[in-house]
């Protein structure tokens, strides 16, 4: 699984405006293929931290997102920012859950 994470600073006062055009950015994405999910949220400790993780099956897929015109205004949206935005993309080799932290806490590794 491929996942993109952007974390950006909004304007002040401004950050409902930034998650409004987040998931503007998302609608295209959730018609193509290889798309899983996404989130948009905000920072507790701070509202102007506003936060995009997007879920991919595979590499190509992602490639694709990031050359579609939802991408692009994506871009746009963070120069906006008032700090330097972080965009990374993640590789998940995988992902494992409570049967994991039984195993480790009770010894079945």
């Known amino acids: ?6 974390r ?6 401004h950050a409902a405006d930034a998650v409004k055009a987040l998931r503007l950015t998302t ?3 959730r018609a193509e ?8 949220y ?15 099956s595979n590499e190509q897929a992602l490639k694709s997102r990031m050359c579609s015109s939802s991408f692009t205004d994506l871009l746009l949206l963070m120069e906006t ?12 080799s995988a992902v494992r859950g ?5 195993a480790v806490r009770f010894g079945d590794n």
């Open 1 to 6: 699984m491929f996942q993109l994470s952007l």
């Open 42 to 56: 905000q920072e507790a400790d701070n509202p102007e931290a506003v936060c995009l993780e997007e879920d991919w």
């Open 27 to 29: 609608i295209e994405a």
């Open 98 to 102: 409570l049967e994991y932290v039984e």
């Open 8 to 13: 950006m600073t909004a304007r002040p006062r």
């Open 81 to 92: 920012a008032t700090e330097t935005p972080v965009l990374e993309v993640r590789v998940v």
């Open 33 to 40: 293929r290889g798309y899983l999910g996404s989130r948009i």
